[in-house]
């Protein structure tokens, strides 16, 4: 039992400050900022979302989430059939694996 306990614990301690899938994002250099809309903005159920990506040594373009749900189909400019209430809109960096990098910017929104 000793040995199953110090196994756990070494485990514990290498995933410290690790992302959600289990591997730490890879920072390249990327840049992210949100444009529009403002933090705190009041907005209706489809929003422009304005944002700049700044390409580090790997980013080739920007994934969406919508309270933590990858948004499938964004087009890169609106995120559409938002309901009612108050939502966190991140963008994050991602490389041409689609797997996503460090850089990331996040707002939240009203919804009316």
Request: charge should be neutral; proline fraction near 2%.
């Given at each position: 039992m000793?040995r ?7 485990v ?14 890879t ?6 900022t ?5 933090s ?15 390409k ?7 994934h969406?989430f919508?309270?933590g749900?990858?948004?499938?189909g964004?087009d ?6 938002m ?16 797997q ?10 009203e919804?009316?």
């Amino acid at each position: 039992m000793r040995r199953v306990g110090a196994v756990l614990a070494a485990v514990g301690l290498l995933t410290l400050g690790v992302g959600i899938n289990g591997f730490a994002a890879t920072d390249d250099g990327s840049k992210l900022t949100i444009k529009s809309p403002a933090s705190g903005a009041k907005v209706g159920k489809d929003i422009e979302l304005v944002y700049e990506l700044t390409k580090g040594s790997q980013a080739t373009h920007a994934h969406c989430f919508v309270d933590g749900e990858y948004q499938k189909g964004w087009d890169k400019k609106t995120v559409k059939g938002m309901t009612p209430g108050t939502h966190e809109i991140k963008v994050v960096a991602a490389d041409k694996d689609h797997q996503t990098l460090a850089a990331e910017a996040s707002v939240k929104v009203e919804v009316q």
